[in-house]
Nanobody
Framework: QVQLVESGGGLVQPGGSLRLSCASSRSILNSVIMAWYRQAPGKQRELVANIINIGNINYADSVKGRFTISRDNARNTIYLQMNSLKPDDTAVYYC??????????WGQGTQVTVSS
């Protein structure tokens, strides 16, 4: 069983920054998808950003230019750098890793609250 452990969430003022981390217990070198999702209260879970295979990176329109997803294969970790945070970014953020259809895992989530 693969463990994905997110960290880095917290309370931040509008305009501030946070960096989320997701550490995998399995090597991410051959992962097909590494991604960040979020779910706000009363809303469906939505894709924030993903890395498909090694270099294909995609962002939700709402975070383009503000968030950056990256990976460190040596540390088996992916990151989400979040800048210029807005109250609408408040959500539980989840990490997802997929190596194959039968090997698709989610982390437990980390809360991000943007409020003054």
């Amino acid at each position: 069983q693969v463990q994905l452990v997110e960290s880095g969430g917290g309370l931040v003022q509008p305009g501030g920054s946070l960096r989320l981390s997701c550490a995998s217990s399995r090597s991410i070198l051959n992962s097909v998808i590494m991604a960040w999702y979020r779910q706000a209260p009363g809303k469906q879970r939505e894709l924030v950003a993903n890395i498909i295979n090694i270099g294909n990176i995609n962002y939700a329109d709402s975070v383009k230019g503000r968030f950056t997803i990256s990976r460190d294969n040596a540390r088996n970790t992916i990151y989400l750098q979040m800048n210029s945070l807005k109250p609408d970014d408040t959500a539980v953020y989840y990490c997802r890793a997929r190596w194959a259809p039968a090997y698709d895992y989610w982390g437990q989530g980390t809360q991000v609250t943007v409020s003054s």
